[in-house]
C-alpha cells in the first residue's frame, strides 16, 4: 500500500507540473513562424523609386504609402528623383543596377526611354514594378490605369454630349501631354476607338502640351478663337487641364465646352469639379495605386522566383466624378496619406 501511494503522489505531481508547464506557454503565446519568416525575409531588402519627378501628387502620395510600408516592414527605401529630366532618369538607373537593389520601382517618361534598361536591369536580378506609365518591355509588374480604359471612358462621355443634335456642335479638341507617354498612345487608341464609331464627331485640334498648364491654356485659347461653337475637350491630365480649363472660362463657355480630364483624384482636382472647371474627372486614385505597389513590393521581396521570371499586372480600378457625386470618399489630399 505504501509503494502505491507513493506513486500516486508522484503521478499527481507529474500532472501538476505538466499542467503548470502548459499554463505558462498558454500565457507566452505562440510564436507564428510564418510570420517570423516574412519579417526575417523582408529586413534589410533594398527598394528604390526612380519617379518622372517629384513635388507634385502623383509621386508624392505613392512615395508617402511606400516610405509608411519600409519603416513598417523594415526594408530601405529610397529616391532617385530625375526632376522631369529623361537623362537623369536614365542615369539613375544606370547607377542602379550597378549598386544591385532588390526591387526598383519605375515611372516611365514614355514607352522607350527606359526600356533597353529596364531588360539590363532584370537580366542583372533587380525585380521591378512599373507604376502607372508602362515601358515597352514588359517587367516583374506593373501597377496603374489602363490608359486605353481611360480614353473610351473620356471619348463616350464627349460623344454623350456633342455628337449629332445634341450639343452646340459636334467640334471636339484633345489636349495630350508627351506624344510618346503611355498615357499617351494608349489613351489616344481608346478614344478613337470611340471616335471612330461616331463619324460626325470632328476633331479640330489635337495638341502636345507637355504637362505644362500655360501651355495647356494657350493652346484652348486659340481653339476656341478658331471654333467658338466648341462643344467638347479632352484633356491628359488633371495638373496640366487646369490651364485648359481656365482658358475655356475666359471665354466665358464653362456651360458649353464639355471638359474631360483624369488624374489621381486628389482634392485639388475635386475642387476644380465643384467648382465647375472639370465635367468630367475620371480618378485612378493615387492612395489605391499605393496600396496596390506595396503588396507588389512585399510580393516581389518574398517570392523566390528570380527577377523576370513571372510578369504579372494590374489595371486598377477608376472612379468617374461629377459635381453629382463629388466627395472626401473620392478625393485625397497628401497629408491624409503621411
Not at 473620356?154 to 459636334?170: H, L, N, P, Q, W
Request: proline share 4%; charged share 20%; aromatic share 6%.
Amino acid at each position: 500500500m505504501k509503494t502505491a501511494f507513493l506513486k500516486a503522489i508522484a503521478f499527481a505531481t507529474a500532472i501538476l507540473a505538466t499542467g503548470i508547464s502548459s499554463s505558462t506557454a498558454q500565457d507566452k503565446g505562440l510564436e507564428n513562424p510564418r510570420s517570423t519568416s516574412f519579417h526575417t525575409v523582408l529586413k534589410d531588402k533594398k527598394v528604390a523609386f526612380v519617379p518622372l519627378s517629384m513635388g507634385f501628387d502623383l509621386t508624392e502620395g505613392w512615395a508617402a504609402q511606400m516610405r509608411k510600408q519600409a519603416d513598417r516592414l523594415g526594408y530601405q527605401f529610397e529616391i532617385r528623383d530625375p526632376a522631369w529630366s529623361t537623362d537623369a532618369g536614365t542615369k539613375a538607373i544606370q547607377s542602379l543596377i550597378s549598386e544591385k537593389p532588390d526591387l526598383m520601382v519605375i515611372h516611365n517618361p514614355d514607352i522607350q526611354s527606359y526600356a533597353r534598361l529596364l531588360k539590363q536591369a532584370q537580366a542583372a536580378g533587380i525585380k521591378i514594378v512599373q507604376i502607372n506609365l508602362e515601358s515597352n518591355t514588359t517587367t516583374d509588374s506593373y501597377v496603374g490605369a489602363d490608359w486605353t480604359e481611360i480614353g473610351r471612358k473620356a471619348a463616350e462621355a464627349v460623344v454623350e454630349k456633342c455628337d449629332a443634335g445634341k450639343g452646340i456642335s459636334t467640334k471636339v479638341a484633345i489636349d495630350t501631354g508627351v506624344p510618346t507617354a503611355a498615357s499617351d498612345v494608349f489613351q489616344l487608341d481608346g478614344i478613337y476607338k470611340v471616335l471612330d464609331a461616331h463619324p460626325d464627331i470632328q476633331v479640330v485640334s489635337q495638341q502636345a502640351t507637355e504637362y505644362n498648364p500655360e501651355k495647356a491654356r494657350s493652346i484652348m485659347a486659340t481653339v476656341l478663337q478658331q471654333h467658338p461653337d466648341l462643344c467638347g475637350a479632352i484633356g491628359i491630365w488633371d495638373n496640366q487641364d487646369t490651364g485648359t480649363a481656365s482658358a475655356i472660362k475666359e471665354a466665358g463657355k464653362s456651360d458649353q465646352v464639355f471638359l474631360v480630364t483624369s488624374g489621381g483624384g486628389n482634392r485639388v482636382g475635386c475642387e476644380n469639379v465643384e467648382k465647375g472647371l472639370f465635367n468630367l474627372y475620371i480618378s485612378y486614385n493615387v492612395p489605391l495605386q499605393g496600396d496596390l505597389l506595396n503588396q507588389e513590393i512585399v510580393r516581389l521581396l518574398t517570392s523566390e522566383n528570380p527577377a523576370g521570371e513571372t510578369k504579372t499586372m494590374y489595371f486598377n480600378p477608376l472612379t468617374l466624378i461629377t459635381k453629382a457625386n463629388v466627395n472626401q470618399r473620392n478625393c485625397w489630399t497628401l497629408e491624409e496619406l503621411n
